[in-house]
């Protein structure tokens, strides 16, 4: 079974801009989790998905959001980008929601110039 | 809220012997904590899990030993190996899919 996979892997953009970061759960997985892991903050819940809805969120500001699909492919995306945005997003996703069966994928790097 | 910390970020050992890494949380009534490994380039991995009803469980070369009374967590990792090189993680779940990350410490072994 293929596992969870982010694309794209790295990205670059310039403060201002805005940014869209997908993640396919593995197969048969429902919910999808985003975390962002900084060198000084650790990992940190975005926010998480099941069956397109949003069900938990993060302490982040309203520039970062996201969307489920009926395929449960997630996106998240950040506006007006900030130098403190950049970071490691990685994403997990489990069949119920559960933490006992959460993967995580490899993360999608990006760096806010 | 709930908070996880760790005691060390940096542990170095000798490849064969033993590491132990610690964890403590502030929530006395969290009753489900889990250990995650993450090598370099790579998101977190599963490695094992514990019950607040149990004092000890072990896996292949690994055990985690929880001390409820002072809120502390370890994870033991039995004859270090090179590819045990990464940084070791506990996390509790929280409704919803939220699981709090402690910091992380990182370990190398050195061959």
Known sequence: ???????PRY???????????SCSPISGHRSVSWYQQTPGQGLQFLFEYFSETQRNK?????????????????????????????ALYLCASSFTGGPYE???????????? | GE?????????????GDNSIINCAYSNSASDYFI????????????????RSNM????????????????????????ATQPGDSAV???????????????QGTELSVKP
Request: proline residues 4%.
């Open chain 1, 1 to 7: 079974k293929a596992g969870v996979t982010q694309t």
């Open chain 1, 11 to 21: 990205l670059i953009k310039t403060r201002g801009q805005q940014v869209t970061l």
């Open chain 1, 58 to 86: 993060g302490n982040f500001p309203g520039r970062f959001s996201g969307r489920q699909f009926s395929n449960s492919r997630s996106e998240m995306n950040v506006s007006t980008l900030e130098l403190g945005d950049s």
């Open chain 1, 102 to 113: 959460q993967y995580f994928g490899p993360g999608t790097r990006l760096t806010v110039t």
């Open chain 2, 3 to 15: 908070s996880v910390g760790l005691h060390l970020p940096t542990l170095s050992v000798q490849e």
């Open chain 2, 35 to 50: 250990w995650y490994k993450q090598e370099s380039g790579k998101g977190p991995q599963f490695i094992i899990d514990i």
């Open chain 2, 55 to 78: 004092d000890k469980r072990q896996g292949q070369r690994v055990t985690v030993l929880l001390n409820k009374t002072v809120k502390h967590l370890s994870l033991q990792i039995a």
């Open chain 2, 88 to 102: 070791y993680f506990c996390a509790i779940p929280l409704q919803g899919g939220k699981l709090i990350f402690g």
